[in-house]
């Protein structure tokens, strides 16, 4: 896939709102400081105006942000999750929006979840994977900041993320912003959750 277009579309705080189109999703989820902005600006090729922005502060308004891709898809950056300072109203309320995006009729095609490739998946990575599961929603892991480890614990990682989450080897990809690896095996995977015959 090559991108031609990005463009900032709307931001949604309350999940009973209609996407903006009918184009198809795919949503991104992680817990905060993953690296979700910084790999959707690599992703997209917004390296020098950045698209997405460093992850809302706590306290302030989480909100779905949709962005529209080459006019073949929406790209759905979701809230990150996991700051260990938020107030229990704030994290319910993370979980209300999330939860009813996902069971809205227009739930996303699939969803790429992050995870940081040093660190084991957290308590709210595996919550997140299981309502993805649950959900039947095609999902797609991606290891962030590969560049943080060494070539042979990169392998090592994808595997043990893969056997902890009993996901296929091939769903789980090593990402760096920094380098650009995966960049492209990642463009490749998400049009191929959007079912490859969307004109993307
Ligand atoms: P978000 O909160 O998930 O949107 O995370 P950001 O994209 O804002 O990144 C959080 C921090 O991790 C920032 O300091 C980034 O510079 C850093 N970071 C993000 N991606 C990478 C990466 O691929 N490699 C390295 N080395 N650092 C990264």
Redesign the pocket.
């Given at each position: 896939m090559i991108i031609r277009s990005v463009e900032f579309v709307t931001s949604v705080a309350d999940p009973a709102t209609p996407p903006p189109s009918d184009l198809p999703q795919i949503a991104f989820s992680?817990?905060?400081?993953?690296?979700?902005?910084?790999?959707?600006?690599?992703m997209l090729g917004r390296t020098r105006t950045r698209v997405?922005?460093?992850?809302a502060t706590p306290g302030k308004t989480q909100t779905l942000n949709f962005f529209r891709v080459n006019d073949a898809f929406l790209l759905v950056d979701l809230p990150?999750y996991g700051y260990a300072k938020v107030p229990r109203t704030q994290r319910e309320g993370w979980a209300a929006l999330i939860d009813g995006y996902l069971r809205a009729e227009w739930a996303p095609r699939g969803i790429v979840q992050?995870i940081d490739i040093r660190h084991d998946p957290t308590r709210d990575d595996l919550a997140m994977i299981e309502r993805l599961g649950a959900l039947g929603l095609p999902t797609l892991i991606v290891l962030?900041?590969?560049?943080?480890v060494g070539k042979e614990r990169r392998a090592q990682a994808t595997a043990e993320v893969a056997a902890r989450l009993g996901v296929d080897p091939g769903q789980v990809l090593p990402?760096?912003?920094?380098?650009g690896e995966g960049k492209e095996a990642l463009l490749e995977a998400v049009e191929a959750l959007l079912g490859g015959g969307e004109g993307v």
């Open positions: 992680g817990r905060s400081n993953v690296g979700k902005s910084s790999l959707i600006n690599t997405a922005h460093v992850s990150g992050l962030t900041k590969s560049d943080k990402f760096s912003a920094r380098t």
